[in-house]
């Protein structure tokens, strides 16, 4: 798929973190169509309390899209209370089959404070190596950013921030204008 075919895959950066205990999401406010800003303020990081269970979730893509897949994942997590891997993997599921949501061109980044994933509508649920996973235009930016910085002492949310800004800087989808969610494995 090229980017004149999908504009909207390639205009994000969302970033998450793993340590000791925590993790941090921390995603950009720049939304572009295209080589166009559309606005710099987007919140592409959300909280989620579904059943009273706390998760944050993070997505890149088109925004329709993803609305479509946090609502898919809140009533999952419903069902399934507690087991953010099992609700990921049904998610993936539906996304991969189902003849609406195949459609959908989003990726997200989820954690309950303890798992930390990756979803896409390949139908995978993936686990990231080093406690770090990154998505959209800037990810791979942001991931080598963060990779860095787990050589550090800093925790999730210093290394989540800092790798945005390093991808921010590089990135020309990707703004300084972030939102940042921690949660902690309780």
Not at 23 to 48: C, F, N, P, W, Y
Request: include cysteine.
């Amino acid at each position: 798929m090229s980017h004149s075919d999908f504009p909207g895959w390639h205009g994000t950066t969302i970033v998450g973190v793993k340590r000791d205990g925590m993790v941090a999401i921390a995603g950009d406010g720049q939304v572009s169509l295209g080589q166009t800003v559309i606005k710099g303020t987007a919140r592409k990081v959300r909280r989620l309390t579904p059943g009273g269970q706390d998760v944050v979730v993070g997505f890149a893509g088109s925004t329709a899209d993803a609305f479509t897949l946090l609502e898919r994942l809140e009533t999952k997590l419903e069902a399934t209370p507690g087991q953010l891997a099992r609700a990921s993997v049904e998610l993936a599921k539906d996304w991969r089959t189902d003849k609406y949501l195949q459609k959908l061109e989003a990726m997200l980044i989820v954690t309950d404070g303890s798992e930390l994933l990756v979803i896409t509508g390949a139908g995978d649920v993936l686990e990231p190596e080093h406690g770090i996973a990154a998505i959209g235009s800037g990810g791979n930016f942001a991931l080598a950013a963060a990779r860095g910085l787990m050589e550090t002492d800093k925790d999730a949310e210093t290394i989540a921030r800092q790798a945005l800004t390093i991808a921010a800087d590089i990135c020309v989808y990707t703004n300084g204008n972030m939102t940042v969610e921690v949660i902690k494995n309780d």
